[in-house]
Nanobody
Framework: QVQFVESGGGLVQPGGSLKLSCAASESISIYAMAWYRQAPGKQRELVATIHTGGSTTYADSVKGRFTVSRDNALNTAYLQIHSLEPEDTAVFYC???????????????WGRGTQVTVSS
């Protein structure tokens, strides 16, 4: 099972930026890669996906502020976040996705995530 280590989080002021990294234990080239976040007291939500061909999709709440990218040679995915808002405070996780018969499922082990805190 693919394992992930997320990094790059921190405490930032509203309007700030961060770049999160997701290092995988093996090649990610055959997987779509996804970023999720889980705010305190809320369920984990999918915020960004980058497919094997490079196309991307985003949750409406982050469009225009989040940019997902990948470097297959480094087995790493990234999430660039701009214009951070207090509502973005959450633990961010990544995972690999596989779609079988129309159903998309995370297939890796969940890492510890990286904490993003937006506060003045």
């Amino acid at each position: 099972q693919v394992q992930f280590v997320e990094s790059g989080g921190g405490l930032v002021q509203p309007g700030g930026s961060l770049k999160l990294s997701c290092a995988a234990s093996e090649s990610i080239s055959i997987y779509a890669m996804a970023w999720y976040r889980q705010a305190p007291g809320k369920q984990r939500e999918l915020v960004a996906t980058i497919h094997t061909g490079g196309s991307t999709t985003y949750a409406d709440s982050v469009k225009g502020r989040f940019t997902v990218s990948r470097d297959n040679a480094l087995n790493t995915a990234y999430l660039q976040i701009h214009s951070l808002e207090p509502e973005d405070t959450a633990v961010f996780y990544c995972n690999a996705l596989v779609t079988v018969l129309g159903t998309t499922t995370p297939v890796g082990s969940w890492g510890r995530g990286t904490q993003v805190t937006v506060s003045s």
